[in-house]
């Protein structure tokens, strides 16, 4: 979003919640450490700023994450006085710096696949280029056309997702989806609109959905203070429940689909292992017990090919802090002194669990033959075919 055109409060721009605020040479990130109370952003000025603000929580969701962190080298290169040094220079400049900035959080995969593919077009600015003006041009470009491309990439995930679920209730008697989900995947942890948060948007602007559940999701109540702040100010008809409440929910049949997003999904060998917040593995669980579907809402960059399975997939472990203090670590001590916590920021939910994977170039079904997701087959297939 450009500085530009924000509100007085900076927060919605469209009517649609923001988190990163961007325009050449300047980037604010709303601090979501203090929602949904205070609504207040922070200067990003370098990478040092970027790195401290993806690791501390200012900005989180594995989208969100990516793009905050390019965007902060942007600004810091933009903002460059002077630099000694050739085009080669430029390019390893950025380089290490996008390997600082990926040391951040290790789980999500959309940050180190960003910086993958920055890194191709520093070298190759780089193999052209005479001054290192024009390699910090083409990084600036380059982490810009992120930005736009991630609420194309979100809106085309919510059109597909509610196509693809209104063609699956065709046989069924109700129309209408009451959908579970978890953590926060909206315009929050994106650069607009949101993925599992999104596909429910789109529900909602077709006129199914009956009601969205939103879980607090503990510990650091990225539901509660999040998701819940988003569905508020969309107006869609929503639930708060404690985590521990979801499988008395789906008990009770007032669930038609789980759906929830993803940190890194792997795609070799057993392809659809997916990384999300932990508890989402609890969640299909239950959804597989009470045979409701399970999917998971997430753009084709948080896909791993290099990964036979979800068992490689690093999983972060936070603070104790945050289990011992309320408001994730930040508020007053809500546990005894002295207990030992174990923290996992997220969890592995294997393929067999999950009933699909809604891209934004359409959704992942299993083969019907082999009853296993065959994600680079698709992504092979997708890339001949462009949806938004
Ligand atoms: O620790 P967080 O808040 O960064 O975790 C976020 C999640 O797990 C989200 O579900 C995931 O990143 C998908 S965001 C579109």
Known sequence: MALDS???????????????????????????????LETGFLDIQDS???????????????????????????????????????????ASF?????????????????????????????????????????VFRAYIEASEIMLDDDVASNKAIGSHGASFLQQQQKQKISKRFSVLTHCNTGSLATAGYGTALGVIRALHAEGVLERAYCTETRPFNQGSRLTAFELVHDKIPATLIADSAAAALMKEGRVSAV?????????????????????????????????????????????DLSLSSGQEIIIEERSAKELLHSR?????????SGISVWNPAFDVTPANLIAGIITEKGVITKNDIKDAFDIKDFIEKAAGKSTF
Not at 18 to 24: F, T
Not at 49 to 75: C, E, H, K, Q, T
């Open 48 to 90: 040092t700023d970027g790195w401290n603000a993806i690791r501390d929580m200012v900005v989180r969701g594995a989208p969100a994450i990516a793009i905050a962190a390019a965007l902060s080298l942007a600004v810091e290169v933009a903002n460059l006085k002077d630099f000694n040094g050739t085009s080669g220079d430029a």
């Open 94 to 134: 950025l380089e290490m710096k996008l390997e600082y900035l990926v040391s951040s959080r290790p789980t999500a995969v959309n940050l180190s696949d960003a910086a993958t593919k920055l890194k191709e077009i520093i070298s190759k600015a780089a193999s052209t280029a005479t001054e290192p003006g024009s």
């Open 259 to 303: 759906i929830v997003g993803a940190d890194r999904v792997a795609a070799n060998v057993i392809a659809g292992d997916t990384a999300n917040k932990i508890g989402t593995y609890s969640l299909a669980l239950c959804a597989m017990y009470h045979h409701i579907p399970f999917y998971v809402a997430a753009p084709l960059t948080s896909v």
């Open 328 to 336: 994730g670590g930040l508020g007053e001590q809500v546990a005894a």
């Open 6 to 36: 924000m509100s007085s409060d900076g927060l919605v721009v469209d009517n649609t919640l923001q988190a990163i605020c961007y325009k050449r040479g300047s980037l604010k990130l709303l601090d979501q450490r203090k929602l949904p």
